[in-house]
């Protein structure tokens, strides 16, 4: 049996063992000697009542009672939409949803939305949910084309219906019925790479499936999912859209719409999205495993870790590779984002502004 990976340490900035005994130590001697009627600075530094000095957490872990966090440098512009809808007195939810729908419209970002790549045959398919923490309700749509907004099919599938997922076909015609707009998603930048991509192809891949095999072994396959987190004085919610990996076979789903996979959320523990290949977090329960961890009562670092690090062990047993990183918040609003591989940045907004934030990369 293998050795069981290191606990993560403490989270830094925070004291370690030997500095609380220390201190602690200091602070009954101090007593003590009051008690025995000393006079000096060890007694006078000890006053009764008064507040002693505690340890601050970093400033990226601290709890904020209002944020907006999402993956990537184009989280920024999504925040910013977020924050004011937000600020304006807006329902987290409602701040998800106008966040991430700036995202799906940008045809700059070939991994979401409008402008994203394809699938093997050159069509470009979506994928999105949502999730409202204080019920629980919850709504996604899959391989959804055509419609410029699929994060606002899923919020129409969790209000108005009495499912939680709708794919291809069906999605299409229940967008449709709720009036979105419909639109040709494919660029003509992003048609050029599929082009580019197909000519490329070994002589012998001519099935759309061989074709996406080769696609996973190469270099350009976008992932890089938009997943906003926003908490608002205790009440969360999140978001996930994507037009997923590039090339991909027809009809394949990622972790996005899953709900538990790549996103999840509890007022009551907390809330976590993901980034990457989803289907090393599906195989895992990425998201609602780290909720259940913060549940448990482990800080969103380490509850983080702990799911990064059993990705990383399933991927290694089957000789996988790949990166898949997480934004993590706490009901407190302590946030937290991790990663496989270097890279990974995410966009965090709160009162001092917004500003991106390295992903810890977890060994």
């Known amino acids: 049996m293998s050795a069981l990976p290191p606990f993560p340490g403490p989270e830094p900035g925070w004291p370690s063992r030997r500095d609380v005994l220390h201190v602690g130590g200091a602070l009954l001697t101090a007593v003590t000697l009051a008690g025995c009627g000393a006079t000096g600075a060890a007694a006078a530094d000890v006053q009764p009542g008064a507040a002693q000095p505690q340890p601050q957490p970093p400033a990226g872990h601290r709890p904020r009672a209002r944020l907006v966090a999402s993956t990537w440098s184009f989280g920024q512009a999504a925040n910013a939409e977020a924050w004011r809808v937000l600020q304006g007195g807006g329902q987290p939810l409602d701040a998800c949803e106008a966040g991430v729908k700036v995202t799906e419209a940008d045809p700059a970002v070939t991994s979401v939305g409008y402008g994203g790549l394809p699938?093997?045959?050159g069509v470009v398919e979506l994928d999105a949910s949502v999730m409202r923490g204080d019920s629980l309700q919850?709504?996604?749509?899959?391989?959804?084309?055509?419609f410029l907004h699929p994060v606002s099919a899923a919020r129409a599938?969790?209000?108005?219906?009495?499912?939680?997922l709708l794919v291809g076909q069906g999605a299409a015609e229940f967008a449709r019925a709720q009036g979105l707009h419909e639109q040709d998603l494919l660029t003509p930048e992003s048609r050029r790479r599929w082009e580019a991509w197909c000519a490329e192809q070994a002589t012998g891949a001519a099935e759309p499936w061989e074709q996406a095999r080769v696609a996973l072994a190469g270099r350009d396959h976008d992932h890089d999912?938009?997943?906003?987190?926003?908490?608002?004085?205790?009440?969360?919610?999140?978001?996930v859209t994507t037009s997923g990996l590039a090339w991909k076979l027809p009809g394949r789903v990622g972790d996005s719409p899953i709900i538990g996979a790549g996103s999840y959320c509890d007022d009551e523990a907390g809330a976590a999205v993901s980034t990457g290949v989803g289907e090393e977090v599906i195989r895992v329960g990425g998201c609602v495993t780290i909720v259940e961890a913060l549940r448990r009562g482990l800080t969103p670092r380490r509850a983080g870790i702990e799911v990064l690090r059993r990705v990383r062990r399933s991927?290694?047993?089957?000789?996988?590779?790949g990166d898949v990183a997480f934004i993590v918040c706490s009901r407190e609003g302590?946030?937290?984002?991790?990663?496989l591989n270097?890279?990974?940045q995410y966009a965090l907004t709160d009162d001092d502004g917004t500003r991106l934030v390295n992903g810890e990369v977890v060994s």
Do not use: K, Q
């Not at 919850?138 to 055509?146: E, I, M």
């Not at 599938?157 to 939680?164: D, F, I, L």
């Not at 302590?334 to 990663?339: E, I, P």
């Open 342 to 344: 270097a890279g990974f």
């Open 225 to 239: 999912t938009i997943g906003m987190i926003v908490a608002d004085r205790g009440r969360l919610a999140t978001a």
């Open 138 to 146: 919850c709504g996604a749509v899959a391989s959804l084309r055509g």
């Open 334 to 339: 302590a946030t937290w984002g991790g990663c």
């Open 119 to 121: 699938n093997a045959e």
């Open 315 to 321: 991927m290694a047993r089957a000789g996988r590779s």
């Open 157 to 164: 599938v969790m209000e108005r219906t009495r499912h939680v």
